[in-house]
């Protein structure tokens, strides 16, 4: 409403503000007051049936809740392991389950696959590789430009069914590694491509044929009756020459070991026969310049292997003699130069030798210098089958390499604690070095993990699937394997869900009384809905749902023989004791009695009916009360309109009138100034 003019009779005297005013409020009293007062009315009804809509649909999923078949459920108890103690699985029992108790033998754990390359100083450098290999089935195919971060990210780009990421080594050092998406023992197949990227990665090793012996000179263990001239050959990042007339593969893998690469013997049976196989870390591939380079691996039969381990490898410092060449296995020990300075070793001196094998047990032991000792005699004394590395549960091999390097080699294939120190005692008592030691080769496993099915036997029938998540093995319950236990066995109880049974009956309850307190709250004189017919109605059909029996049953036919009784003031209470008792004697009768022709049902369909959109009597309630009020608005509005109009009239009227007394009182001055002139003259 526009704000009164604020005028006054300056003329009359008269408040003329006041008049209009008090007019105004008589009016707006009668007729604008009355609809908003209305409005006031219908929102809080428009509220409350909005509360009781809320309350119905709470008593709505309480009765879905009870109507489902076997509404109590059924619960699995699952002890612990009687062996270890440890949790070997969980398990979650559907309402389809069977009861009854079921040993079981949690006897692996699926998982997941995951395969390591190749470990490179920069993985944001170019890699100068170029060609293909295959991730489970799916090409990838690489430029000489791409990094290795380039590389993961195009394996992920091609969704072959693994993650690739890459683990960190320090500073700009990592590897490439490969996680399958999905437990099972299918893994992760990776195969070479043109340019041999799966070796080039290091995702798989090199093996040549198998052959008959791996001391025999190779052509004549490969049979061979024309065999190529002695060349050159590029294994990983290493250059060795092999003969095959002269040489057996046994000895080709120790000159690689001795160059600082990763070879090894592998055997493997063939029927009743053993076989041998040259197996190399990375890919093995022609020297360029080296006509019969490529003719010795098409001899060997060097391709694409599997996913070997890398044996862990320590170098020790360069040793040379005293022309200064790379020292030999004849090089005599008293002539032996470190890093080019002499070692000034004589006999009588003592070489102390310390190191850990690759399980980590230490190694302490050493050589007095005698004449004649040479190198091989240094290498004998590493390799000491008593005291040395040769022997204990996990041995190393030492070779001398064509650079004069001893070359400590863990014989198992992964991650490794190997370690290697030579120090010296004079016979004088002072002491010296024989150099410093480092890694030459990382030991790791390729397949940093294996992919596996789940294994358990239930009653003695075993399961094998590729997930931990089994819902087939024991009938309506889901097993979660967390801890494999062979040979530890656990009995499964499934059983009829009790409490669940209670928590549900007591949820029907409660969301009954909560409508209740609701309509009682509503009978009160000043409440929104008091009076309601449609109120009442709609409590009506919820009382008379609670009422229905399901006669089929023999014993519990009402909601009152479970332990569901109204009270003298219409609420609902729920008796614990004889529901439990109810349910135990008679578990299908009262299931029946709240599921679907019972209970349960019958509340479903009364709240459905009450809460149907445009047809129960809640949301015709509500959209009548919201149509009420937007036509209460808009007559709101016009009566307002209509009083403003009124004000705006009577403020005219009076300020006309105003007006007229104002000139009255004018003229009435003048005249009596002009009598009061005449006077003045007579005198």
């Not at 209009?20 to 007729?31: H, M, P, Q, Y």
């Not at 390499?401 to 001893?406: F, T």
């Not at 009382?543 to 089929?552: D, F, G, S, V």
């Amino acid at each position: 409403m526009t704000t009164p003019l604020n005028f006054g009779g300056l003329s009359s005297g008269v408040q003329w503000n006041d008049i209009v005013d008090t007019t105004i409020k008589a009016l707006e009293a009668r007729s604008v007051t009355p609809i908003t007062d209305r409005i006031t009315l219908r929102n809080k009804q428009k509220e409350a049936w909005t509360k009781l809509q809320t309350l119905v649909e709470t008593l709505n999923t309480a009765a879905l809740g009870v109507r489902r078949a076997g509404f109590g459920g059924y619960a699995a108890t699952v002890p612990t392991s009687p062996t270890s103690g440890r949790s070997l699985l969980t398990a979650a029992a559907s309402s389809s389950a069977t009861p009854g108790r079921y040993r079981v033998e949690v006897v692996q754990l699926a998982d997941t696959a995951k395969v390591a390359g190749a470990s490179v100083a920069d993985t944001s450098a170019a890699r100068n590789l170029s060609g293909t290999f295959a991730v489970n089935g799916t090409n990838i195919a690489i430029d000489a430009a791409d990094s290795l971060a380039g590389i993961r990210d195009k394996i992920n780009a091609a969704n072959t069914g693994v993650t690739a990421s890459i683990v960190s080594e320090g500073g700009t050092a990592g590897r490439l590694v490969l996680t399958g998406n999905t437990p099972g023992a299918t893994g992760i197949s990776v195969t070479d491509g043109t340019g041999a990227l799966g070796r080039e990665l290091g995702f798989l090793d090199s093996r040549s044929k198998p052959v008959s012996s791996a001391t025999m000179s190779a052509a004549a263990a490969l049979g061979l009756a024309v065999y190529p001239p002695p060349a050159t050959i590029r294994v990983g990042n290493v250059t060795v020459s092999a003969d095959l007339e002269n040489e057996s593969i046994a000895t080709i893998a120790a000159k690689i070991n001795a160059a600082g690469g990763s070879a090894s013997v592998e055997q493997e049976q063939y029927g009743d026969e053993t076989r041998y196989r040259l197996v190399t870390d990375g890919n093995v591939s022609a020297v360029g310049g080296d006509a019969n380079s490529q003719a010795v691996i098409d001899a060997l039969g060097m391709a694409a292997g599997s996913y070997g381990s890398i044996r862990h490898t320590v170098q020790s410092a360069a040793f040379t003699d005293g022309a200064d060449a790379a020292v030999t296995s004849a090089t005599s020990l008293t002539a032996l130069k470190v890093n080019g300075a002499s070692a000034s070793l004589v006999a009588g001196d003592a070489i102390n030798i310390r190191g850990t094998r690759g399980d980590g047990t230490s190694v302490t032991y050493g050589m007095v210098i005698q004449p004649g000792d040479t190198m091989q005699t240094l290498l004998d004394r590493l390799n000491d089958e008593t005291s040395g590395f040769g022997s204990g549960t996990r041995t190393a091999t030492a070779s001398l390499g064509p650079d004069g390097r001893i070359r400590l080699s863990d014989d198992t294939g992964g991650a490794s604690r190997l370690t290697l120190s030579m120090s010296v005692t004079r016979a004088d008592g002072s002491t010296g070095t024989l150099g410093t030691t480092s890694t030459s080769v990382v030991g790791r496993s390729r397949e940093v993990q294996q992919g596996r099915d789940a294994i358990i036997r239930v009653d003695g029938q075993e399961y094998t699937r590729t997930s931990n998540t089994i819902a087939d093995a024991i009938n309506g319950v889901t097993l979660n394997l967390q801890t494999a236990e062979p040979g530890s066995f656990i009995d499964i109880e499934v059983a009829r869900d009790e409490k669940a049974a209670v928590d549900a009956a007591k949820k029907l309850a409660d969301g009954y009384n909560a409508i209740k307190d609701f309509f009682d709250e509503q009978r009160q004189p000043d409440a929104p809905l008091y009076s309601d017919g449609s109120l009442r109605r709609v409590m009506n059909t919820f009382t008379e749902a609670l009422r229905t029996q399901t006669p089929a049953n023999g014993t519990y036919t009402s909601a009152t023989l479970a332990g569901l009784v109204l009270d003298r003031n219409g609420k609902l209470t729920f008796n614990e004791d004889v529901f439990k008792k109810a349910y135990a004697d008679k578990p299908k009768e009262i299931e029946a009695l709240f599921g679907t022709g019972g209970l349960g049902s019958a509340f479903v369909t009364a709240t459905d009916n009450a809460t149907r959109y445009g047809e129960g009597a809640i949301s015709v309630n509500i959209n009548n009360i919201i149509e009420n009020v937007h036509s209460l608005k808009s007559k709101e509005t016009l009566a307002q309109r209509r009083l403003e109009d009124r004000r705006l009239r009577l403020i005219e009227q009076y300020t006309r009138m105003e007006e007229a007394m104002s000139r009255l009182q004018s003229q009435s001055n003048s005249l009596i100034s002009s009598v009061q002139g005449l006077q003045g003259g007579q005198r």
